[in-house]
């Protein structure tokens, strides 16, 4: 059965939450090139509110206020202000619910408050779930960075892939 979804803009209250969200995705491993967990105020600063952080937006299943998922739109680019990266994590177990979906609508709505022409994603090679998620959301590949090692020197391929905001 499928849940009513709610996306918004993420708060400062919902760090704990989605750090433990995404620290359980970390520690199950093979889906995402962060391998360090994050304490609620690492992740506040890195993906949620910080400095680099141009918008995020949080799934809430809305009868139950259960956190499923965030998506974030990131500063990383120096040289090339149009660019920005996106980064998204879902509840494990929540995929393919249409959580994806709905935060990147919410996504682009916010991109499209600034000048960015261009969102970059880079996922691991071995993470079939990311890519084919943002290959339906209309990313194309560009770019293949090889043999990035993991921590424990493992090589994984990332894969990167742009999707090109339309202005009006």
């Given amino acids: 059965m499928a849940c009513e979804i709610e996306v918004r803009l993420v708060q400062n209250q919902d ?10 995705i ?10 360090d967990l994050f304490t609620a105020d690492a992740l506040a600063k890195a993906m949620l509110t910080g ?5 995020c937006v949080v799934a809430v299943n809305a009868p139950t206020g259960k956190l499923l ?3 974030s739109l990131l500063k990383i ?3 090339l202000p149009e660019i920005c990266d996106i980064t998204t994590f879902i509840h494990v177990g929540q ?7 709905n935060l990147f609508a919410a996504t682009i709505a916010e ?56 202005h009006e």
């Fill in 111 to 166: 991109a499209g408050k600034n000048d960015f022409t261009t969102i970059n994603a880079t996922i691991r090679a071995d993470n079939s779930g990311g890519l084919a998620y943002y290959t339906r959301v209309g990313s194309v590949d560009y770019n293949v960075h090889f043999s990035v090692p993991l921590k424990d020197g493992t090589p994984i391929d990332r894969i990167s892939k742009r999707y090109t905001l339309a």
């Fill in 15 to 24: 760090a704990p939450e989605l750090a433990v969200l995404l620290n359980e």
């Fill in 69 to 71: 998922g965030f998506q």
């Fill in 95 to 101: 995929a393919k619910k249409g959580i994806g979906s």
């Fill in 77 to 79: 680019h120096d040289g």
């Fill in 51 to 55: 400095p680099d952080v141009i918008s």
């Fill in 26 to 35: 970390i520690q199950r491993g093979g889906t995402t090139a962060w391998e």
